[in-house]
């Protein structure tokens, strides 16, 4: 028996009916819903994570792969959560040949991380770390754009950019937000909301403003709110006035 089926039938037994059937409706799996079509056995996270304890170390990456391409949401986030801790394991060690195997791996398994748990339990780690050391990569760049990219290739994008925060780079964030104005997505605005708020948390509170007083008018509200989410309340209040007053003045 394979390693990834062992860990799929390991899934399987705890499989539970009405907690599945709650995972549909909140993750949007009906028609039309970003998350149409999806299959869901029912796990909550601690328990994706027990097994993933239990055999990330043993897996191999090309089963790690196998499990990223089932059509079990549940089975899916397991094998992208054995990768990350794949991945970190190798950037303890150094192993820089396989930190890029497994980042070219998990790009290339993109259409599969089609939700946004799946997206920001792993591309944080695995492309956010990856960009940190290789500042050369300008793909997450490509990916943020709209043309020829899919809502969940840009929301990669843009929470991968949480680590390059971290690691004193700032402006990636605001350019990768600066890309989501315009976006029809709520999922992208909130990604793009999260980061700026990240920004603030880090310190970078006056490039934070500089790009608020920049494109307040344009941004989308819940964008807005995350981004301001940290703030005191009259800050708040005053970059939610801005964006009001241009809106009333645009439909006068």
């Given at each position: ?5 062992y ?35 029912g ?9 993933v ?44 040949a ?12 993109h259409p ?39 809502l ?27 890309m989501?104005?315009t ?64 809106i ?5």
């Amino acid at each position: 028996m394979s390693e990834a089926i062992y860990i799929e039938e390991a899934l399987i037994e705890m499989a539970d009916e009405r907690q599945a059937q709650q995972l549909l409706r909140f993750f949007k799996t009906s028609p039309g819903e970003y998350g149409e079509g999806d299959k869901f056995i029912g796990l909550k996270n601690p328990q994706v994570r027990l097994v993933v304890k239990e055999t990330w170390k043993s897996t191999p990456l090309s089963e790690a792969t196998r499990l990223v391409r089932s059509p079990l949401h549940e089975v899916r986030l397991c094998g992208l959560l054995i990768m990350v801790e794949q991945y970190l394991r190798a950037m303890k060690k150094g192993d820089e040949a396989l930190m890029s195997e497994i980042f070219e791996t998990y790009l290339s398994l993109h259409p599969h991380i089609n939700n946004w748990d799946l997206v920001d339990l792993s591309a944080i780690k695995i492309v956010g770390n990856h960009e940190v050391r290789h500042p050369e990569l300008r793909l997450m760049d490509e990916w943020i754009k709209p043309e020829g990219h899919t809502l969940w290739q840009q929301r990669i994008a843009m929470v991968s950019s949480w680590m390059l925060i971290r690691n004193k780079r700032p402006d990636v964030c605001f350019r990768r937000a600066a890309m989501l104005l315009t976006s029809p997505h709520d999922l992208l605005h909130k990604a793009a909301g999260w980061m700026l708020r990240e920004t603030w948390k880090k310190g970078y509170v006056m490039q934070l403003r500089d790009f608020l007083e920049s494109n307040v008018e344009a941004m989308p509200s819940i964008m807005l709110s995350y981004a301001c989410e940290k703030m005191s309340i009259t800050e708040r209040h005053e970059w939610q006035a801005k964006r009001k007053k241009n809106i009333l003045n645009i439909n006068v």
